[in-house]
């Protein structure tokens, strides 16, 4: 099981030192990513999240124990304590003689020796000496844009401490923000600012009439509310700090909206401007010049890493890429964890691929109370890196609104549908479906009274919702695709079985599955369906939700020839081109719940709950009419519906409720608190096919001369070609000429080239 960790943590340092020990550090929303040390971990698998409370949170996703993981990272829960045990901008707590000890102090004449700065040229800057809990410390004023002070920070020693970073004090009640804003119009008059960490690497700056601003920790660089301040800045030099924060800070930097405009600059040796300057003071303005002169383009700099990502994770995945059917694969790696359910665990492995496309799929999980919806969704999501799902147990109303996680092109992941119980948040995910983005407005109080702001989330982004209620709300129902989980004995007899051999605690290797994921995550997400028109003739337009379904029907079709591009042929124009095989894969998937959604067909559960009560009430051969007589006593009762179903109370309530829902049965007890009194209701209509089989597309194809799903002959986009397997029929992809023997992408003569 994966597990979360609490620790006290909120300061910067303590941060930093969980961060500085991990591997391949990356942001993810408002916390970071990172290979696990405690497995074998090739690719992402550990969450390192800044609470809100002041805690930080540990989750593998491969399973490790958080235990586990602070031993591999060679600390201790103890050792992740912050000095102040308080949240972000926290004063220390009260002094007293048991617990909090007084700080060395730090004198503003102090300071100005330790940086070789001159001391009223500090105090021009705002500085100033002060006494914070009886020792001396230096304020450090920060101002907005118009130069008033907004919130302070106190230097209360001069060098760090044995067991860590202590040096800096907020003010009570000061929420963080950059440092130096009051300086940015010279940056806009020159056209380019330095970006540094902390206010020591902004006072040697200045000092040399160099526009900078300063980022109080890497860690603390917020979005939404520090990018703006940039605006109508050309350059923005970030400075590269040799550790694990000035990683962090580009990480951030390279999920702005600023990253076209910043380029990383790097000292050598040295690890900040202030560092530069007090090895020689006299060449420093020479040696910052040049150094901002060879400064590289964060975008290059990305670029050059994705691509080296990129090749790395088709090694690792390249076996599952290459695999004709990824979905059976899905559901034999999650076998030993999962009992039964391989339909639901193909289904909802393909709809997060589908995160991929402009429009991605969404779905509701539905069964009984403990039928194992969250943990199906759980184990299918241990199959994708982080950063490919957000997940919640519960949200506010507005949370969508205001939080700053990224959503484009990853899925909201909501255990149990309460989160979306209320209207807002109800529409705020339904504009986020339909739009693919939010946008909501509201008034903010500011220093100049009520404000208008706009809040804008992009998307495009999926949602998966695990609920025990029949339906969700209506405009919502509409948009998601419902998947039951299975409620028989027999799958609770299996279920039972897994847990007394203990097969369920055997864990998958999720190295190649993630790599997978990164290598679709660079590769080609243009798909063309040439068979669509062929499909859309087939489908019988019964009913006017089809008109949403059959674009979710492409989407899934769409999501299986991308996640199997490595065996698909290209068009022209280089677009992945799916084949008929890919919508008989989906059609195997969804046929039912499409028909189901639109109440062409009857689901089997509902059939199975409906003739019970039938022999029940004895009323196998009953005409309609007595059938709906308001005095009829030919009713059941819940429990014994129950012990005819063998299942227990909750599942066969949940049954007869999607019956009652869609009129198949009905409760002649009109009293609230009595026991309900079940009778049967309108006819069930006869199965009416909504999906047409494949044969019917393919031959519907080739009456229309399409050429459904044949390789165009264009290389591969990205995915290196296999000479020793199975041909298939296929073309080579570089000449279009017949394949013979095994060779699977290319012909003799093209291999022969390509080498």
Known sequence: MAAR????????????????????????????????????????????????????????????????????LGLTMADLFSTDGKGEGAPTPPDTTATVHHPAGCTLAQYAAAKRLPIDVLRSFGLSDLFYQGAPAVKLPYHDSAGIEAVARFRVRLHKGASGDDRFRWRSGSKPCLYGLERLALARERGYVALVEGESNCHTLWYHDEPAVGVPGASLWRDERDAPELDGI?????????????????????????????RVVELGAHKDPSALYLDDPARFPARWRAALATAVPLADELAAETEAEHAAAWEAGAG????????????????????????????????????????????????????????????????????????????????LAYSDEPLAHRFLVLYEAAGLAGDFASYLVRSLLSEGRIRYETVEKTREGLKPRLIEREGPTGLLVTTTAVHLHPENETRMLSIPVTDTPDQTRAIFRALAT??????????????????????????????????????????????????????????????????????????????????????????????EGVEATVPATVRETVAAVRTLTGQDGATLAARLREDSDATISLAAIARALKVDKSAASRRVSVARDRGYLRNLETKRGQPARIALGEPLPEETPILPEPEVVRARCSVAGVTAGIPAPSPLARAPAVETEPTNGRACVDCGAALTGERKYRCAACAAMAA
């Open 5 to 72: 960790a609490p620790f006290h943590d909120d300061s910067t340092a303590s941060v930093d030192r969980v961060l500085g020990r991990l591997a391949n550090v990356r942001p993810c929303g408002a916390g970071f990513t990172a290979r696990c040390p405690a497995h074998d971990d090739r690719t992402n698998s550990l969450k390192v999240d800044p609470g809100d409370d002041g805690r930080v949170l540990l989750h593998c996703f491969a399973g490790c124990d958080p235990e586990q993981v602070v031993a591999a």
């Open 234 to 262: 050309d350059t923005i030099y970030a400075v590269r700090e040799p550790d694990a924060g000035g990683e962090t800070l580009l990480r951030h930097l390279a999920a702005s909206r600023l990253r076209d405009r910043v």
């Open 320 to 399: 599952l890429a290459r695999a004709p059917d990824i979905l059976a694969l899905v559901a034999e790696t999650l076998a030993a964890r999962v009992a039964g359910e391989a339909r639901v665990l193909k289904l909802l492995y393909l709809i997060v691929v589908s995160r991929f496309l402009p429009r991605p799929v969404s779905a509701g999980v539905k069964g009984p109370s403990s039928g194992g919806k969250s943990y199906l969704v759980e184990q299918v999501l241990r199959l994708f890196p982080a950063d490919a799902s957000y997940t919640l147990s519960a949200m506010s109303e507005r949370a």
């Open 502 to 595: 203990g097969t369920n605690t055997t864990e998958p290797d999720l190295t190649p599955w993630h790599a997978l994921q990164t290598w679709l995550a660079g590769a080609e997400h243009r798909v063309e369906v040439p068979f669509a028109l062929a499909l859309a003739d087939a489908v019988p337009p019964t009913a006017v939700r089809l008109r949403r379904d059959f674009g979710m029907l492409l989407t899934l079709i769409r999501a299986h020839a991308l996640l199997h591009q490595a065996s698909r042929g290209r068009d022209a124009a280089g677009r992945v081109v799916a084949e008929v095989g890919d919508y008989a894969a989906v059609r195997g998937l969804v046929a039912d719940l499409v028909a």
